[in-house]
């Protein structure tokens, strides 16, 4: 069964850091790009990373290029996010996806205030 | 980047009406490949997302085939034959063919 769980989230100040992670199992994760989405309370759904199998190739939309990194343990079969310098607008449930969207994980909450 | 547009935003529906959902873009889906990265999610209340239809048509495993997918192009339609309770939520297209991906704005579907 495939499984995508997140964790890491919580509160946090603005202009601080925070590392998503998201543990992968039931399929071979190296295989795989992946990507993270977000959802602001009541919003709709925000892409935010995608990452290549091999980790060599990054794509971030303009909304946090420069402050977000995705990356990638396939020997871990674990992803990523490490955000800095957050900003209030990137108050949001975070998902782990699977690179072609047919598996999510349950989401974890970032809640960037002061 | 690209902009996809789904109307109605919100569409009330009684048990075992068919309905349909539109993404518009505002750029052509087709990719060089020969493939239209288009794709439709269903956020149930309270729960992820999950993959309903992929690649405009391709019905994904599992998935009860009273969902369909049409279109090409910019303009797609998702359409449920006979919607039952379980369908309610919002729905999403989202397009893999132009970096940044983008999602529609979505679709609430609820109960009249």
């Known amino acids: 069964e495939v499984q995508l769980v997140e964790s890491g989230g919580g509160l946090v100040q603005p202009g601080r850091s925070l590392k998503l992670s998201c543990a992968a199992s039931g399929f071979t994760f190296s295989n795989y790009y992946m990507a993270w989405v977000r959802q602001a309370p009541k919003k709709g759904l925000e892409w935010v990373a995608t990452?290549?199998?091999?980790?060599?190739?990054?794509y971030y939309p303009d909304s946090v290029k420069g402050r977000f990194t995705i990356s990638r343990d396939n020997a871990k079969s674990s992803l990523y996010l490490q955000m800095n310098s957050l900003k209030s607008e990137d108050t949001a449930t975070y998902y782990c996806?699977?690179?072609?969207?047919?598996?999510w994980g349950q989401g974890v909450m970032v809640t960037v205030s002061s | 980047d690209v902009v996809l547009t789904q109307t109605p935003p919100t569409l009330s529906a009684t048990i075992g009406q068919s309905v349909s959902i539109s993404c518009r873009s505002s750029q052509s889906l087709l990719h060089s490949n020969g493939n239209t990265y288009l794709h439709w999610l269903l956020q149930r209340p309270g729960q992820s997302p999950q993959l309903l239809i992929y690649l405009v048509s391709r019905l994904e495993s599992g998935v009860p085939n009273r969902f369909s997918g049409s279109g090409s192009g910019t303009d797609f339609t998702l359409k449920i034959s006979g919607v039952e309770a379980e369908d309610l939520g919002v729905y999403y297209c989202?397009?893999?063919?132009?970096?940044?991906?983008?999602f529609g704005g979505g679709t609430k579907l609820e109960l009249k």
């Open positions: 989202v397009q893999g063919t132009h970096a940044p991906w983008t």
């Open positions: 996806a699977r690179g072609h969207w047919d598996y």
């Open positions: 990452i290549s199998t091999s980790g060599s190739r990054t």
